[in-house]
Protein backbone atom coordinates (compact mmCIF):
# COMPACT_ATOMS: atom_id res chain seq x y z
CA UNK A 1 0.00 0.00 0.00
CA UNK A 2 1.21 3.49 -0.86
CA UNK A 3 -0.50 5.69 1.02
CA UNK A 4 -2.21 7.21 -1.78
CA UNK A 5 -5.75 5.50 -2.55
CA UNK A 6 -7.95 5.70 -5.90
CA UNK A 7 -11.56 4.93 -5.78
CA UNK A 8 -12.71 2.70 -7.66
CA UNK A 9 -10.10 0.40 -9.34
CA UNK A 10 -12.51 -0.16 -12.13
CA UNK A 11 -15.11 1.47 -14.05
CA UNK A 12 -17.09 0.35 -17.20
CA UNK A 13 -19.64 3.25 -18.64
CA UNK A 14 -21.10 4.10 -21.48
CA UNK A 15 -20.27 7.22 -24.25
CA UNK A 16 -21.35 10.17 -23.48
CA UNK A 17 -21.75 9.44 -19.79
CA UNK A 18 -19.69 11.22 -16.72
CA UNK A 19 -18.23 9.69 -14.09
CA UNK A 20 -16.35 10.98 -11.05
CA UNK A 21 -12.54 9.30 -10.13
CA UNK A 22 -11.55 9.74 -6.19
CA UNK A 23 -8.08 10.40 -4.88
CA UNK A 24 -6.78 10.46 -1.33
CA UNK A 25 -3.15 11.44 -1.21
CA UNK A 26 -0.75 10.26 1.36
CA UNK A 27 -0.90 11.62 4.48
CA UNK A 28 0.82 14.55 5.38
CA UNK A 29 0.88 15.46 1.10
CA UNK A 30 -0.49 18.56 -0.20
CA UNK A 31 0.24 18.45 -3.30
CA UNK A 32 -2.14 15.81 -5.66
CA UNK A 33 -0.86 15.27 -9.57
CA UNK A 34 -3.57 13.10 -11.95
CA UNK A 35 -2.06 11.70 -14.95
CA UNK A 36 -3.94 9.74 -17.72
CA UNK A 37 -2.03 6.28 -19.56
CA UNK A 38 -3.41 4.71 -22.03
CA UNK A 39 -1.44 2.12 -24.52
CA UNK A 40 -0.42 4.52 -27.51
CA UNK A 41 0.30 7.79 -25.05
CA UNK A 42 2.39 6.42 -21.97
CA UNK A 43 1.99 8.53 -19.27
CA UNK A 44 0.16 12.03 -19.62
CA UNK A 45 -0.08 14.71 -16.90
CA UNK A 46 -2.95 16.03 -16.71
CA UNK A 47 -3.20 18.34 -13.97
CA UNK A 48 -1.69 19.24 -10.41
CA UNK A 49 -3.28 20.54 -7.44
CA UNK A 50 -1.37 21.99 -4.08
CA UNK A 51 -3.54 22.36 -0.85
CA UNK A 52 -6.93 23.29 -2.91
CA UNK A 53 -5.47 25.64 -5.52
CA UNK A 54 -5.10 24.73 -9.16
CA UNK A 55 -1.16 25.14 -9.80
CA UNK A 56 -0.29 23.79 -12.83
CA UNK A 57 -2.09 22.13 -16.11
CA UNK A 58 -0.93 19.65 -18.81
CA UNK A 59 -2.98 17.79 -21.47
CA UNK A 60 -6.07 18.17 -19.68
CA UNK A 61 -9.55 18.24 -22.34
CA UNK A 62 -12.10 20.83 -21.83
CA UNK A 63 -14.63 17.77 -20.75
CA UNK A 64 -12.41 16.88 -17.41
CA UNK A 65 -12.02 18.62 -14.53
CA UNK A 66 -10.49 18.29 -10.91
CA UNK A 67 -10.83 19.93 -7.59
CA UNK A 68 -8.93 19.18 -4.16
CA UNK A 69 -11.01 19.71 -1.25
CA UNK A 70 -10.16 21.03 2.25
CA UNK A 71 -9.44 17.59 3.38
CA UNK A 72 -7.11 17.49 0.37
CA UNK A 73 -8.65 14.82 -1.15
CA UNK A 74 -9.34 15.39 -5.16
CA UNK A 75 -11.55 14.33 -7.53
CA UNK A 76 -11.07 13.78 -11.16
CA UNK A 77 -14.42 14.69 -13.13
CA UNK A 78 -14.78 13.22 -16.86
CA UNK A 79 -17.81 14.06 -18.84
CA UNK A 80 -19.52 13.36 -22.12
CA UNK A 81 -17.29 10.36 -22.49
CA UNK A 82 -15.54 8.79 -25.51
CA UNK A 83 -14.11 5.50 -26.52
CA UNK A 84 -10.73 7.33 -26.51
CA UNK A 85 -10.96 8.51 -22.80
CA UNK A 86 -10.53 4.57 -22.26
CA UNK A 87 -7.48 4.13 -19.91
CA UNK A 88 -5.64 4.16 -16.69
CA UNK A 89 -5.88 6.96 -14.67
CA UNK A 90 -3.31 7.39 -11.51
CA UNK A 91 -3.14 10.00 -8.33
CA UNK A 92 0.11 10.82 -7.22
CA UNK A 93 0.73 12.80 -4.14
CA UNK A 94 4.15 14.44 -3.02
CA UNK A 95 5.16 16.97 0.06
CA UNK A 96 7.27 19.48 -1.80
CA UNK A 97 4.66 21.42 -4.70
CA UNK A 98 8.18 22.48 -6.44
CA UNK A 99 10.15 19.19 -7.19
CA UNK A 100 9.87 16.05 -8.45
CA UNK A 101 11.07 14.75 -5.81
CA UNK A 102 9.19 11.75 -4.08
CA UNK A 103 5.74 11.52 -5.81
CA UNK A 104 3.88 8.49 -4.34
CA UNK A 105 1.12 7.13 -7.28
CA UNK A 106 -2.04 4.89 -6.51
CA UNK A 107 -2.80 2.19 -7.87
CA UNK A 108 -4.45 3.66 -10.63
CA UNK A 109 -8.57 3.68 -11.85
CA UNK A 110 -9.06 1.64 -14.86
CA UNK A 111 -11.73 3.21 -16.91
CA UNK A 112 -13.48 1.62 -19.92
CA UNK A 113 -15.34 3.43 -21.99
CA UNK A 114 -18.14 1.27 -23.99
CA UNK B 1 9.90 21.07 -21.52
CA UNK B 2 13.63 20.03 -21.29
CA UNK B 3 13.46 16.73 -22.76
CA UNK B 4 15.51 12.92 -21.99
CA UNK B 5 16.28 10.33 -24.64
CA UNK B 6 16.32 6.45 -23.52
CA UNK B 7 16.67 3.03 -25.02
CA UNK B 8 13.36 1.39 -25.71
CA UNK B 9 14.27 -1.53 -23.97
CA UNK B 10 16.92 -3.84 -22.44
CA UNK B 11 17.85 -6.87 -21.46
CA UNK B 12 19.56 -8.14 -18.27
CA UNK B 13 20.63 -11.25 -16.21
CA UNK B 14 19.47 -12.33 -12.80
CA UNK B 15 21.82 -11.00 -10.30
CA UNK B 16 23.79 -8.71 -12.63
CA UNK B 17 24.26 -5.33 -12.73
CA UNK B 18 22.22 -3.21 -14.76
CA UNK B 19 23.41 0.26 -16.42
CA UNK B 20 20.23 2.07 -17.64
CA UNK B 21 21.24 4.92 -19.48
CA UNK B 22 19.60 8.73 -20.58
CA UNK B 23 20.36 11.14 -21.93
CA UNK B 24 19.43 15.14 -21.61
CA UNK B 25 21.46 17.26 -24.10
CA UNK B 26 19.33 19.98 -23.11
CA UNK B 27 19.28 20.25 -19.02
CA UNK B 28 19.75 23.60 -17.85
CA UNK B 29 21.33 24.46 -14.16
CA UNK B 30 18.32 24.25 -12.15
CA UNK B 31 17.10 20.65 -13.66
CA UNK B 32 16.78 18.05 -11.03
CA UNK B 33 17.38 13.97 -12.41
CA UNK B 34 14.60 11.88 -11.44
CA UNK B 35 14.27 8.01 -11.81
CA UNK B 36 11.14 6.41 -11.50
CA UNK B 37 10.06 3.00 -13.00
CA UNK B 38 6.78 1.30 -13.26
CA UNK B 39 6.00 -2.57 -12.51
CA UNK B 40 3.37 -4.11 -14.62
CA UNK B 41 -0.04 -3.47 -13.91
CA UNK B 42 1.23 -0.69 -11.15
CA UNK B 43 1.59 2.87 -10.52
CA UNK B 44 4.78 4.40 -10.95
CA UNK B 45 7.31 3.97 -8.07
CA UNK B 46 10.18 7.15 -7.23
CA UNK B 47 13.67 5.52 -7.48
CA UNK B 48 16.08 8.28 -7.00
CA UNK B 49 16.90 11.65 -8.23
CA UNK B 50 19.96 14.25 -7.83
CA UNK B 51 20.96 17.63 -9.33
CA UNK B 52 25.03 16.99 -10.12
CA UNK B 53 26.60 14.44 -7.46
CA UNK B 54 26.72 11.03 -7.37
CA UNK B 55 23.67 9.45 -5.42
CA UNK B 56 22.79 6.68 -3.57
CA UNK B 57 19.62 4.55 -2.01
CA UNK B 58 18.62 0.97 -0.94
CA UNK B 59 17.43 0.88 -4.59
CA UNK B 60 19.53 2.15 -6.90
CA UNK B 61 22.45 4.12 -7.67
CA UNK B 62 22.58 7.69 -9.86
CA UNK B 63 25.60 8.32 -11.86
CA UNK B 64 25.54 11.87 -13.30
CA UNK B 65 28.35 13.19 -15.72
CA UNK B 66 30.18 15.91 -15.33
CA UNK B 67 28.36 18.27 -18.04
CA UNK B 68 25.25 16.62 -16.36
CA UNK B 69 24.33 16.03 -20.39
CA UNK B 70 23.49 12.06 -19.48
CA UNK B 71 22.83 9.84 -16.40
CA UNK B 72 22.71 6.31 -15.64
CA UNK B 73 20.84 4.30 -13.13
CA UNK B 74 22.24 1.68 -11.96
CA UNK B 75 20.72 -1.34 -10.47
CA UNK B 76 23.49 -3.41 -8.41
CA UNK B 77 21.94 -6.92 -8.43
CA UNK B 78 18.99 -6.88 -10.91
CA UNK B 79 16.43 -9.54 -9.72
CA UNK B 80 13.53 -10.32 -11.65
CA UNK B 81 11.15 -7.84 -9.03
CA UNK B 82 13.26 -4.90 -11.44
CA UNK B 83 11.57 -6.29 -14.81
CA UNK B 84 9.69 -2.60 -15.50
CA UNK B 85 9.53 0.54 -17.33
CA UNK B 86 12.04 2.92 -16.21
CA UNK B 87 11.45 6.66 -16.39
CA UNK B 88 14.57 9.36 -16.57
CA UNK B 89 12.67 12.56 -15.74
CA UNK B 90 13.75 16.26 -15.53
CA UNK B 91 12.28 18.69 -13.73
CA UNK B 92 12.73 22.34 -13.96
CA UNK B 93 12.58 25.52 -11.99
CA UNK B 94 9.90 25.94 -9.01
CA UNK B 95 7.58 23.31 -11.56
CA UNK B 96 7.04 20.64 -9.71
CA UNK B 97 5.09 18.49 -12.22
CA UNK B 98 6.72 15.38 -13.96
CA UNK B 99 6.45 14.79 -17.66
CA UNK B 100 7.17 11.03 -18.51
CA UNK B 101 8.54 9.57 -21.65
CA UNK B 102 8.44 6.38 -22.86
CA UNK B 103 10.84 5.02 -20.49
CA UNK B 104 12.89 2.09 -21.10
CA UNK B 105 11.43 -1.34 -20.75
CA UNK B 106 13.83 -3.65 -18.84
CA UNK B 107 14.14 -7.15 -18.99
CA UNK B 108 15.12 -9.02 -16.34
CA UNK B 109 16.16 -13.25 -17.05
CA UNK B 110 16.44 -15.96 -14.58
Redesign the interface.
Known sequence: D?G?TQTPKHLITATGQRVTLRCSPRSGDL?V?W?QQSLDQ????LI?YYNGEE??K?NILERFSAQQFPDLHSELNLSSLELGDSALY?C?S?V?????????????TRLTVV | DAKTTQPNSMESNEEEPVHLPCNHSTISGTD?I?W?R?LPS?????VI?GLTSNVNNRMASLAIAEDRKSSTLILHRATLRDAAVY?C?L?WG??????????TKLSVKP
Open positions: SVSYYGLQFQRAGFASDPTTGYGYTFGSG | YHYQQGPEYHYISSQGNLIFGKG
